[in-house]
């Protein structure tokens, strides 16, 4: 069956420190991932898309990296701060009858602590 | 108004009831969502329409209607609704509805059925 892990329900840092959250696959064939951050009671918010033949991508203090072999994507925030408390969604992206379909994982809980 | 706007964010309801959820996009996509999201499950699609066509409908029961009067407008008409039913109901649009697109959330409606 498909399935689409990510690493633990919640994970706490320490502030300054470098949050790594894993994204695990199975029986898919994502062209793309996309990571999303959602804070309580919002909805989900856009922060990176990495294509299928990239092996990472940066946008500021964020990276991702995606390994088709292993099907698993990590996602990295360095330099963590409290405001970076919130959950992230990882999502896969596949055409389906030529159109987006995306399937989301449950998201990783991340706390900050300063 | 900016973004992906739902109306209402607060909606209490009896099984007997019929209601509407409304979503409006302001950014001049081509694609538009509806997704539910529950305690501790993932965020999961129910309906899919691009250029106003229904392109995908994910198993949902029939007492969910969709409804899609123009590509910026979207609606979830509710009827009869089971206590189960009580969740988050995001609407996202996308550009074009393909592959590789950013999906642009709601804030959300958040349902409770009594």
């Known amino acids: 069956s498909q399935k689409i892990e990510q690493n633990s329900e919640a994970l706490n840092i320490q502030e300054g420190k470098t949050a790594t959250l894993t994204c695990n696959y199975t029986?898919?064939?994502?062209?793309?991932l996309q990571w999303y951050r959602q804070d309580p009671g919002r909805g989900p918010v856009f922060l990176l898309l990495?294509?299928?033949?990239?092996k990472e991508k940066r946008k500021e203090r964020l990276k991702v990296t995606f390994d088709t072999t292993l099907k698993q994507s990590l996602f990295h925030i360095t330099a963590s701060q409290p405001a970076d408390s919130a959950t992230y969604l990882c999502?896969?992206?596949?055409?389906?009858?030529?159109?987006?379909?995306?399937?989301f994982g449950i998201g990783t809980k991340l706390q900050v602590i300063p | 108004e900016t973004g992906v706007t739902q109306t209402p964010r607060h909606l209490v309801m009896g099984m007997t009831n019929k209601k509407s959820l409304k979503c409006e996009q302001h950014?001049?996509?081509?694609?538009m969502y509806w997704y539910k999201q529950s305690a501790k499950k993932p965020l999961e699609l129910m309906f899919v329409?691009?250029?106003?066509?229904?392109?995908e409908n994910n198993s949902v029961p029939s007492r969910f209607s969709p409804e899609c009067p123009n590509s910026s407008h979207l609606f979830l008409h509710l009827h009869t609704l089971q206590p189960e039913d009580s969740a988050l109901y995001l609407c996202?649009?996308?550009?074009?509805?393909?592959?590789?697109?950013?999906?642009?959330f709601g804030p959300g409606t958040r349902l409770t059925v009594l």
């Open positions: 999502a896969l992206d596949m055409n389906s009858g030529g159109y987006q379909k995306v399937t």
């Open positions: 990495i294509r299928e033949n990239e």
């Open positions: 950014l001049g996509h081509n694609a």
């Open positions: 029986n898919y064939s994502p062209a793309y």
């Open positions: 329409y691009n250029f106003k066509e229904q392109t």
């Open positions: 996202a649009s996308s550009q074009e509805g393909l592959a590789a697109d950013t999906q642009y």
